[in-house]
């Protein structure tokens, strides 16, 4: 799969500019676990995460959950390993791999597995810097209809702000897209 992503439209839409902010400012490293799920446009310009640590799985079956994308370059500067935060992260994900740890995106055949040590390494960047992401999401997720809808969303483009409030309607979730790469980690 590579880094590839099929949502260029959702990328520049204002409902993803405005996510962005908003779980920026929410997130604290601290109260995150984020999964990387997908990337932004040919070749990846952003990388994707879902918050493992705050699925909210609601009463009708349904389940929330926040996603947040970080630009590509900034994930792969903050692992450098030639500063201490990245080299840190280096070897924090050396242990985790060693541990077992394999992300949910290879585990479901979205990656390959020798794509590990770049995955593990993401994820990590995501959990523990301060890089400013670039939109954010709170998607609710209908399994049984393989449906989602955006409940809330903050991004920031051209160095403005934007967000939304107010629930948009279900779409059906399109296949081989980063949709239904979340859809399927969350509704195994």
């Given at each position: 799969m590579g880094w590839g992503f099929d949502e260029a439209y959702f990328f520049?839409?204002?409902v993803y500019i405005s996510t962005v902010a908003f779980a920026a400012a929410l997130a604290q490293p601290s109260d995150v676990d984020w999964k990387l799920y997908g990337s932004t446009l040919d070749p990846a310009v952003a990388l994707c995460f879902y918050n493992a640590k705050d699925i909210d799985k609601r009463p009708d079956g349904n389940i929330r959950v926040w996603i947040k994308c970080l630009l590509r370059d900034?994930?792969?500067?903050?692992?450098?390993?030639?500063n201490e935060q990245g080299k840190k992260i280096v070897e924090d994900t050396a242990q985790k791999i060693k541990r077992g740890y394999v992300p949910p995106i290879i585990v479901l055949g979205k990656m390959d597995f020798d794509e590990i040590g770049g995955?593990?390494?993401s994820e990590k960047a995501a959990n523990v810097t301060n890089l400013q992401p670039i939109g954010q999401i709170f998607y609710e997720i209908n399994c049984k209809e393989k449906m989602t809808r955006v409940l809330s969303a903050h991004?920031?483009?051209g160095g403005k702000d934007a967000s939304l409030n107010t629930p948009l309607d279900w779409e059906y979730v399109p296949p081989e897209t980063n949709y239904d790469t979340l859809l399927r980690i969350q509704c195994r």
């Open positions: 520049w839409s204002p900034d994930v792969l500067k903050s692992v450098d390993p030639k995955v593990v390494a991004f920031r483009q």
